[in-house]
């Protein structure tokens, strides 16, 4: 049994600029954004959460696309971050990523603060970082909002009646999300209140709480590299294998030290 991406195919899969053709605010802190570009319709998304990278350049500049495994010919300062594929619409060549709004502390973040219908980014993609595992007899998913598109994509993508158990780490109840999936789903929102992203120990709290079902699951998680350690530290002690958890660090706080870990 894994959860660990498939590796076999190339990536990028498809590059080009897409267009923002909507945007929707869904909470205080995130705002969805619909993109569009024919090259979406062949993209290749299989699984839910896939990784879309967007990439941005310098004022006057032209966005150099990468080429199959992430090489440039040449160019200026670049910006690629990493997002969620929150829905995919082959047939209409559409893709909706989710941004958290966190001020102008980064390029894209201070490009989601303005963008409006209209504005173009750089894509290439996609990466899988989640796999159904048909044998899992449950499912535990964790994220503060870097992950949380990629949580609730997930969430939404698992069979009927399947236990999933979900920790998101939020500002607070405005920051709540509907879920529309027929799993057996516990959510369990965490509140950081004011406290900065990447300063809370809510997740950390949660999960050695936290008492693992019996039988074998299949574990997910993304966010702040400090706080998904916890959740990695906590599926060990609790003796889940190494290839059923998939606990990613999408970010580091500036206070998180150098070697916590990336990805397992």
């Given at each position: 049994m894994s959860t660990a991406p498939v590796l076999a195919r190339p990536f990028p899969l498809s590059t080009g600029i897409a267009e923002v053709v909507a945007r929707e605010e869904l909470t205080p802190l995130m705002a969805r954004f619909t993109l569009r570009d024919p090259g979406f319709a062949a993209m290749g998304v299989e699984e839910p959460g896939e990784i879309l990278t967007l990439g941005w350049c310098?004022?006057?500049?032209?966005?150099?696309?990468?080429?199959?495994?992430?090489?440039?010919?040449?160019g200026g300062e670049q910006h690629w971050r990493n997002f969620t594929v929150r829905?995919?619409?082959?047939?209409?060549?559409?893709v909706d990523v989710d941004f958290f709004l966190h001020g102008?502390?980064?390029?894209?973040?201070?490009w989601a603060a303005r963008a409006q219908p209209g504005a173009t980014v750089g894509y290439a993609g996609v990466r899988m970082h989640f796999r159904h595992d048909p044998e899992a007899e449950w499912t535990l998913l964790v994220a503060d909002e870097t992950g949380l598109p990629a949580l609730l994509a997930i969430a939404e993508s698992l069979p009927a009646g399947h236990p999933v158990v979900a920790f998101a780490e939020v500002r607070d109840e405005r920051e709540h999300q509907p879920v529309e999936t027929d799993a057996a789903l516990y959510l369990r929102w965490l509140h950081r209140g004011e406290r900065g992203p990447g300063t809370a120990s809510v997740i950390g709290e949660a999960m050695d709480a936290l008492e693992l079902p019996a039988g074998a699951g299949q574990i997910w998680g993304g966010g702040e590299s400090l706080s998904m350690r916890r959740v990695r530290d906590a599926v060990r002690a609790a003796g889940v294998p190494r290839g059923q958890a998939h606990v990613m660090g999408y970010w580091k706080h500036r206070a998180t030290p150098d070697d916590a870990e990336d990805d397992e």
């Open positions: 310098e004022e006057g500049e032209r966005l150099e696309l990468p080429e199959v495994g992430w090489r440039f010919r040449g829905a995919f619409r082959p047939e209409r060549a559409e102008d502390l980064g390029r894209a973040s201070a």
